[in-house]
C-alpha cells in the first residue's frame, strides 16, 4: 500500500467517525428526553467508533506491515463495538423505562401507556381472586 | 447452504440500515424549519419464538439508528411476545411496523432457513377463537 492510498484511507475513516461522534453528541441536544438521547447515540457507537478502529487498523497495516494477530484484533475490536453498543442501549433503554423516567409528551402513539384501539389488557396471570375483587 | 446465503444478506441488511439512519440523524439537524424528530413507541407482536431469534432481533434493532427497544413483555399461552420499540424518524405506526416486519422476516429466514410464510401476527388474537366458540357448542 503506498502513502497515498493509506493516507487517503486514514483520513476518511478517522474523519468520518469523528464527525459522527460530534453530530451524535449536537443530535442529543436536539431530543428533549432520556430515551430519544440513548435513540440517537447510536450513529457513534454503531458507526462512528468502529470507523476509527478502521482508521487505526489502516495505520498499523501500512507502518508495521501485515501481521494476523493485529487483524484479529481489528476485526474483534469491530465486531464487539457493535454487539456491545447495541446492548448497551437495550440495557439503558430499558432502565430509563423501569425507573420511570418521562417520555416526551409529544410521542405519540405511546404504546405502553395506552393499548391500541380495541384491545383489552386482560393479565392472563393474575390470580383468579384479583378479577373478583378488580376495580370494576 | 440457504441460512449461509440469508445470513450474508442480513448482515448487509443491516450494515446498510445502520449508515442510512446515521445519515438521517445527521441529515435531519441541517433542516431547521421542521421538528427534529417525531418520537413515537410501536407495539411489535413478534414472529420470532426461540430465546436466541428474539435476542438477535432485540440486538438488530437497537443498533439500528432511530429506532430503540424499550420494553420486551414475555409471551403467554395465547398472546405472542412483543416488543416495545421507540421509533423516532417513522411517518407513522403503520411505516414503522412494515419496516420492523421486513427485518425480521429476514431474520428468520436467517435463523429457519426460510422465510417465514404466515403474516404478522394481529394485535386482536382472540378473534378467531371467539368465533369458533359457538359453533362447537352447536354440533
Known sequence: MNDVTATVLVGVFGISGSLLMLFSALAMFRVRDALSRINVFSPATGLGMPLIVAAAYVYVLHTEGFAWITLLMAVGAFVCLIIVSSVASNTLSRSSVLSGQPVHRKTSPNRLAHPPAGVVDVDPDAPAAAEETGES | ?139
Open chain 2, 1 to 139: 447452504m440457504m441460512r449461509l446465503i440469508h445470513g450474508i444478506s442480513y448482515v448487509g441488511y443491516i450494515a446498510w440500515a445502520i449508515v442510512t439512519g446515521s445519515v438521517t440523524i445527521v441529515a435531519r439537524q441541517f433542516r431547521f424549519s421542521r421538528p427534529y424528530a417525531e418520537p413515537m413507541i410501536v407495539e411489535v407482536p413478534l414472529r420470532a419464538a426461540t430465546d436466541l431469534e428474539i435476542t438477535l432481533f432485540a440486538s438488530s434493532i437497537t443498533i439500528t439508528p432511530g429506532t430503540l427497544v424499550t420494553a420486551i413483555a414475555a409471551g403467554t399461552s395465547t398472546a405472542p411476545p412483543v416488543f416495545f420499540v421507540h421509533a423516532l424518524f417513522e411517518d407513522s405506526e403503520q411505516t414503522a411496523l412494515e419496516g420492523l416486519y421486513d427485518m425480521e422476516s429476514r431474520l428468520l429466514a436467517m435463523t429457519r432457513g426460510r422465510a417465514p410464510v404466515s403474516s404478522p401476527p394481529a394485535h386482536v388474537s382472540s378473534t378467531p377463537i371467539a368465533e369458533a366458540g359457538p359453533e362447537r357448542g352447536e354440533s
